[in-house]
């Protein structure tokens, strides 16, 4: 039994390695623009619009309106990122009812290259706004004492991310083989149900926790310009 998809190996030239989580990785991203292009490419403001135009739709808006509650801030700032690090991860973890597909979440090396994402997304989205001055004041705060250990901060939330996401998905996936080679009837497809529910749940965990980080580190600004209005 494979815990992650990175112990499957389909080709394997020297250093050179093609695992499952490549494969599936890869096959994903061509399923969600292959999906997207088919989508919207034939998108009209129209009265009636089709079936797939008003899911698109309803997930965006969504997506969008929990961006502005959480962060305060317009939408559409944060929308291409986050919106594409959720959609990337609920996809990933609903396929997972696909007989022989291998969620890339449940790989380390994937929940951690999202994390190093969303790492380097907080100050690309806090110095585009603040300048890069006023950004790495934050780190001399309250004391340029707390430098060390603000800078471990950020470094210890960006593995707790990987690991979190990481090993939800893994649990999941083991238990539910566990569970369907043990009694593989009706008990392991009301915890597949769950499991989706559990993946839908993690990805929107993901995404909030990723837009609380980017949003905090742009914080700064915002607080000024509020004293300057006060």
Same mark, same amino acid.
């Given at each position: 039994m494979q815990i992650t998809p990175d112990e499957i190996i389909?080709?394997?030239?020297?250093? $050179?390695?093609?695992? @499952?989580?490549?494969?599936?990785?890869?096959?994903?991203? $061509?399923? +969600? &623009?292959?999906?997207?292009?088919?989508i919207t490419r034939k998108i009209k403001k129209t009265t009636k619009p089709s079936r797939w135009q008003m899911m698109l739709e309803t997930i965006v808006d969504v997506i969008r309106q929990q961006i502005t509650e959480i962060s305060n801030q317009p939408s559409a700032t944060f929308l291409p990122f986050i919106g594409?690090?959720?959609?990337?991860?609920? &996809?990933?973890?609903? !396929?997972?009812?696909?007989?022989?597909?291998?969620?890339?979440?449940?790989?380390?090396?994937?929940? *951690? *290259?999202? @994390? !190093?994402? &969303?790492?380097? @997304?907080v100050p690309i989205f806090g110095i585009s706004q603040q300048g890069l001055g006023s950004y790495l004041k934050q780190y001399l705060k309250p004391t340029p004492f707390m430098l060390p250990f603000n800078i471990i901060g950020e470094v210890s939330r960006t593995m707790a991310l990987a690991v979190r996401l990481f090993g939800n998905v893994m649990s999941g996936t083991l238990i539910i083989a566990?569970?369907?080679? !043990?009694?593989?009837? #009706?008990?392991?497809? $009301? +915890?597949q #149900?769950?499991?989706? !529910?559990?993946?839908?749940?993690? @990805?929107?965990?993901? *995404?909030?926790?990723a837009l609380v980080y980017i949003s905090s580190g742009m914080r700064e600004k915002q607080e000024n310009n509020n004293q300057e209005r006060g």
């Open positions: 389909y080709w394997q030239y020297g250093p $050179v390695i093609i695992n @499952a989580t490549i494969v599936f990785t890869w096959g994903l991203i $061509v399923f +969600m &623009v292959g999906g997207s292009f088919l594409t690090l959720f959609l990337f991860i609920v &996809v990933s973890n609903i !396929l997972l009812v696909v007989p022989g597909f291998q969620p890339p979440t449940g790989s380390l090396s994937t929940t *951690a *290259a999202l @994390a !190093l994402c &969303v790492f380097f @997304a566990i569970l369907i080679s !043990l009694i593989p009837l #009706v008990f392991p497809i $009301v +915890m #149900v769950l499991g989706l !529910l559990t993946g839908v749940i993690q @990805a929107y965990i993901f *995404a909030i926790l």
